[in-house]
């Protein structure tokens, strides 16, 4: 691939602006290489000068005991003394040998007097007049070093404000000496090399018409120009997470060979405040020297949420410069300048009216997670690049995976792929992909140490969900159920539709709600008290519970309104209804939980025995398959299948 991660382009220090960089900058001769090169040559001559031609020639001296030195000065054969501190070098009338066995014979010598040795040193040389000269125990630092400390600091601060003030200058607008600091980190993706291309994309082929448009004028805007056509300046994509906003955005960029500047909204306004705003103007005049260009901006509900929507805590003007500046910009445009500006998000409805106003985000494209053909797409894009056993059937596997994006196929190809490769198979088989799912679709195993007390309750509680999945009408099949802890929770029930579904009726949803309470209610029919183990599950029943209620108009007493609160607004004011209303709200989701959780102990009673066979099952082989399930509790695939078919 073609994609260049790492560090901007232009390094910093080299102008941004277009019109400036033509121009030769006068030449610096702290710049220049030779300058340092001879400052070099000249500084090693001077130390060899001065180190050894300079030095005087040291005459040889011979280090003699103390005792000796004394006697040689009773002798009247020293001629003079040099002392340092305890130190004494001396000169002698006649040369004397360094030791008795030595055969070296010198007139310099030097000795050092003891700590202890009494004071009658001198009046001993008075005597025998020997001249003493003394030096100071630390000499004075050399002429150099002295210059270097009074004048080096100095020197450096100059020199570090002369490059300072050069790299401001050269950083041009972008905000003086913090200049640097502001420039976007926006990646560029080489046009000249062959990048993602629609091919890459699968599933969402009327998307991908929409955006065929923008190639066109990204290839040639001329054309458009004449014929006046206006083309938009900014194009939203909206949908869920890992459904390919930005694997289009960049297929978008591959196909008109434009190059790519991709920025995450949230980095905008990362670490160092105030930076925002002219990160944005950076990106913004990056891609308009290199235009035809697209910049393309994830996450922009970071920055971009609605104003209006009440209370917001810290780092709000930040986000509102930055905001601001990203409109100034947009609307800056001078239009076929062929620059187009993709947004990603996944939640249009909070986004700022500003934003979406025309000549900015005018146009919407919406990425919904793939149906079952598109899921089959999506893998054999990515199992192109495994070796693939002949018994693999995708389209299989896309009808076990409803509710899988992009990025989760993605990954369940590359987990299928690691597990043959540890199994040390040659090619990825359909038994590598069924553990993939689990992989993927319950997180990998964990290895507790649980007591059998534990095991048992986890192993009621999960055949409670299992076994309402079974008896309750309207519930999705149950593929499979364990009690191996896995990722968060100590054991899993998955169920998944045998279609994808796209509206869900009253039943399913009350049976989804009695099946989510299946695992609570076994635990209290069995044990007479329930366990933390549930957590999970009560916080989807409460999702569902209140959706039904006040976004659904599931309840008769709320009747056919729709209260959906505006996520953003944390409880400060803003609710469209009154005090009455939000306790009716609160009542009428209680209740679909409570009747929710009578009907599930009901049933659970009434099939008691099924639920202990279920239970002693998996207590014993810890996880039950879809047809082990139903071997268990006697139930015929053909009435789950009958109770299903009712309630489409
Ligand atoms: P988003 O930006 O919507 O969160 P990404 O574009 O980052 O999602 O998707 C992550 C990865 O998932 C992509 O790099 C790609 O490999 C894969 N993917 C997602 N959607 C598709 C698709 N429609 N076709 C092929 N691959 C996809
Ligand atoms: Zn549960």
Redesign the pocket.
């Known amino acids: 691939m073609a994609i260049q991660r790492g560090p901007s382009p232009s390094p910093p220090g080299q102008a941004p602006n277009p019109a400036r960089a033509p121009i030769p900058q006068a030449r610096n001769p702290l710049r220049s290489g030779r300058f340092w090169i001879t400052l070099g040559i000249l500084l090693l001559i001077n130390i060899f000068v001065t180190n050894v031609l300079l030095a005087p020639a040291q005459p040889t001296t011979i280090t003699i005991p103390y005792n000796v030195f004394k006697q040689q000065v009773a002798a009247d054969n020293v001629v003079s003394v040099t002392t340092t501190g305890d130190a004494i070098t001396g000169v002698t009338k006649t040369a004397i040998k360094e030791s008795a066995s030595s055969s070296v014979t010198a007139t310099h010598f030097i000795t050092q007097r003891p700590s202890f040795a009494d004071d009658q040193l001198e009046p001993l040389l008075e005597q025998h007049s020997v001249t003493i000269n003394a030096k100071p125990e630390n000499p004075p630092p050399p002429l150099w070093q002295t210059l270097l400390l009074s004048f080096g600091p100095t020197l450096l601060l100059v020199f570090g404000f002369i490059y300072l003030i050069r790299r401001a200058q050269s950083a041009g607008g972008t905000g003086g000496l913090l200049g640097s600091f502001g420039q976007s980190r926006a990646r560029l993706y080489d046009p000249e090399r062959p990048a993602t291309t629609f091919a890459?994309?699968?599933?969402?082929d009327e998307v991908k018409q929409e955006l065929q448009e923008l190639v066109d004028f990204l290839r040639e805007p001329q054309k458009y120009e004449k014929l006046g056509g206006s083309v938009p300046k900014g194009v939203l994509l909206i949908?869920p997470?890992?459904?390919?906003?930005?694997?289009l955005a960049r297929a978008v960029a591959g196909e008109a060979k434009v190059p790519f500047f991709s920025q995450s909204a949230s980095e905008f306004v990362e670490a160092i405040v105030g930076v925002g705003a002219s990160r944005v103007r950076d990106l913004f005049m990056k891609a308009r020297t290199a235009a035809p260009a697209i910049i393309f901006i994830?996450e922009l509900d970071a920055i971009g949420r609605s104003r209006s929507s009440g209370f917001r805590i810290g780092g709000n003007d930040e986000q509102e410069q930055t905001l601001n500046q990203i409109l100034t910009e947009m609307d800056g445009f001078e239009p076929g300048k062929g620059v187009i500006v993709l947004a990603?998000t996944n939640r249009a409805d909070v986004l700022d009216a500003a934003l979406l106003r025309p000549g900015r985000f005018d146009r919407r494209v919406t990425l919904q997670p793939?149906d079952r053909r598109g899921r089959e797409a999506?893998l054999k894009?990515?199992a192109a690049k495994v070796p693939l056993a002949p018994d693999v059937s995708l389209d299989e596997i896309a009808g076990r995976t409803p509710g899988l994006?992009?990025?989760d196929l993605?990954n369940l190809v590359n987990e299928a792929a690691l597990g043959a490769a540890r199994k040390g198979e040659t090619s990825v088989n359909e038994e590598d992909f069924y553990e993939a799912i689990d992989r993927v679709l319950l997180g990998t195993e964990r290895h507790l140490m649980l007591s059998q007390a534990d095991r048992e309750r986890i192993a009621y509680h999960e055949s409670g969900h299992a076994l309402l999945g079974l008896l309750v009408p309207g519930a999705d099949p149950v593929r499979k159920v364990t009690i191996i802890p896995h990722g968060g929770s100590l054991g899993v029930t998955i169920s998944s539709p045998i279609d994808d579904r796209f509206n869900y009726g009253e039943d399913y949803l009350r049976a989804r709600i009695v099946g989510a309470l299946g695992g609570r209610a076994s635990e209290q029919l069995v044990y007479g008290s329930v366990s933390t183990g549930a957590a999970n599950d009560l916080q989807q029943v409460t999702m569902i519970a209140r959706e039904m209620v006040v976004r659904w108009g599931m309840s008769a007493k709320i009747g056919p309104l729709a209260f959906n609160d505006d996520p953003s607004a944390n409880g400060f004011g803003n609710r469209p209804y009154s005090e009455a209303t939000a306790r009716d709200i609160d009542t009428e989701v209680k209740r679909i939980a409570d009747e929710s959780l009578a009907e599930a102990v009901r049933l659970l009673t009434e099939h008691r025995a099924q639920l202990d066979a279920l239970a002693k099952a998996l207590l014993k082989d810890d996880s039950l398959g879809e047809d082990q399930i139903l071997a268990v509790t006697g139930i015929k695939a053909t009435q789950v299948a009958a109770s299903q078919a009712s309630t489409r």
């Open positions: 890459d994309v699968a599933g969402i949908g997470p890992g459904t390919g906003k930005t694997l994830d990603a793939p999506i894009i990515h994006v992009g990025a993605k």
